[in-house]
């Protein structure tokens, strides 16, 4: 009879072991990339969050200015920062400036509208609607400030009468 010779081809010690070290390398390359990936995905989730809390810290102020029946500017002091009264309703509430940020304050409610904020300031208009001017990150943000209806009617009707010749009596 014929013997069959059989041979298994196999690895030795040191081929064994490069390619552990070439699949480690290539393994800890991949959690590397995993990782960079992971904060880049982390930091623009982070701007994009902080982008939609000024789009809506600017839409509040809008807000608060379109439903104030007036507004008063205050000078605050050293700590305090510029200071600007909201009346609504027979009610009074605070929008302040306080460590580069707008702040509401109703009461005891305080709520942050805008951060970046370097100054904040109320500018009078005779002829056309109050601008209230908020520096925002290096960005000038104008908001218009509607007068109290009862000025405005009264103004109105001075005109109206002043054409129409009547005599105070």
Not at 23 to 42: K, N, P, Q, W, Y
Not at 75 to 98: I, Q
Not at 128 to 138: H, M, R
């Amino acid at each position: 009879m014929r013997r069959v010779k059989h041979t298994l081809r196999g690895s030795t010690l040191a081929e064994t072991l490069v390619v552990m070290l070439v699949t480690g390398i290539v393994f800890l390359a991949a959690m590397e990339a995993l990782t960079l990936v992971s904060r880049l995905v982390a930091r623009r989730a982070a701007v994009l969050v902080e982008a939609g809390r000024q789009r809506d810290g600017i839409f509040r102020l809008g807000q608060l200015l379109t439903t104030a029946d007036s507004i008063r500017s205050a000078e605050g002091g050293a700590d305090a920062g510029e200071c600007m009264h909201l009346y609504r309703a027979g009610g009074e509430t605070t929008l302040t400036t306080r460590d580069s940020a707008a702040v509401f304050v109703a009461g005891e409610f305080r709520d942050t509208l805008l951060r970046r904020v370097g100054h904040m300031q109320l500018l009078r208009c005779d002829a056309a609607a109050d601008t209230l001017e908020v520096d925002v990150g290096g960005h000038m943000l104008k908001l218009p400030v509607l007068r109290p209806a009862r000025e405005s009617y009264g103004r109105r009707i001075a005109e109206i009468e002043k054409d129409h010749g009547y005599e105070e009596p």
